[in-house]
């Protein structure tokens, strides 16, 4: 495995490059991911990079997990040929100062509670894509909105890259995997399965048996029943085009539903087919 800090660095392919962009924290989501581009491709390339444009907190960043020595390791164990590591610098030679329409996938859920966020994600995936080269890159579902908004810029800028979604990794008991979890404390850890527990209960019971409202008010309400839990929103979407439903439709597997949730310091997001 070669660790390049520089662009210049990734020279030497060979074959198909699948590409798996990371902020590192690395865990069973992203070994998920490097599997798949493994199986697909003949190389595999990493990136490792905090991308500080896509923060709209700043205390976000400041505390987002950095664990860059083990999740060399992982990666090596998991059979990477390349990580790139950089710094911003190289990322951001000059502060980037585009701007992206990403055709209203951008102004809901995600997008309308975190201001800039995915203009963020545009900036350093677009920026990557443009260093990396590769003709397949893999992303996670957990970030649903994400993967459906670098779909849709991969067509806007003609990019020749093949997106990937790659199904949500939980643990046993269910809470979606995310470098976030690394910050819970115990008492909202052992809380967060909940979440999970109410979303798949809903996906169960809720479809067509209640109207579409009543069925995020009442997932809403079972999560916040456990007092270390506090939704901040509940949708129940379109998958494609992410435009919240109004009516169930009677097609099943074309609605999911999508929540963020604050537990305690850190804020977890997750989404069920429904
Ligand atoms: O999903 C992530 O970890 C990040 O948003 C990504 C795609 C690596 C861009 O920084």
């Excluded at 907190?57 to 020595?69: H, I, N, Q």
């Excluded at 908004?149 to 046993?172: N, S, Y």
């Excluded at 979890?181 to 209640?210: D, T």
Aim: hydrophobic share 40%; glycine share 6%.
């Amino acid at each position: 495995m070669k660790l390049c800090r520089r662009a210049s660095e990734l020279a030497e392919y060979t074959g198909t490059v699948g590409f798996v962009p990371t902020m590192g924290a690395l865990h069973e989501g992203h070994l998920s991911l490097v599997k798949a581009c493994r199986e697909a491709c003949d190389t595999t390339v990493v990136s490792i990079f905090v991308n500080p444009t896509q923060f709209n907190d700043p205390k976000d960043l400041e505390s987002y997990p950095r664990t860059e020595a083990a999740d060399l390791e992982l990666l090596e164990e998991a059979g990477v040929d390349f990580v790139f590591a950089p710094s911003v610098a190289e990322i951001y030679p000059e502060p980037d100062t585009r701007v992206f329409d990403f055709g209203g996938l951008d102004r809901v859920m995600e997008g309308e509670h975190r201001p800039g966020h995915f203009n963020g994600v545009g900036q350093v995936v677009s920026r990557l894509f443009e260093i990396v080269r590769p003709h397949r890159a893999f992303f996670g579902e957990k970030d649903f909105q994400q993967l459906a908004i670098i779909r849709h810029m991969v067509a806007q800028l003609g990019l020749p890259i093949e997106i990937t979604g790659c199904p949500i990794v939980r643990d046993r008991d269910g809470l979606a995997r995310s470098s976030r979890n690394a910050l819970l404390l115990p008492e909202h850890r052992a809380a967060a399965p909940h979440i999970y527990e109410v979303l798949s209960e809903a996906a169960r019971s809720l479809r067509g048996a209640v109207s579409v409202a009543e069925a995020k008010r009442r997932i809403a309400e079972q999560i916040d029943a456990n007092p270390l839990l506090k939704t901040e929103y509940v949708e129940i979407a379109t998958a494609d085009t992410l435009q919240p439903a109004t009516e169930w439709g009677d097609s099943s597997g074309d609605l999911r539903c999508f929540v963020a949730v604050q537990a305690g310091a850190v804020r977890l997001i997750d989404n069920v087919a429904i």
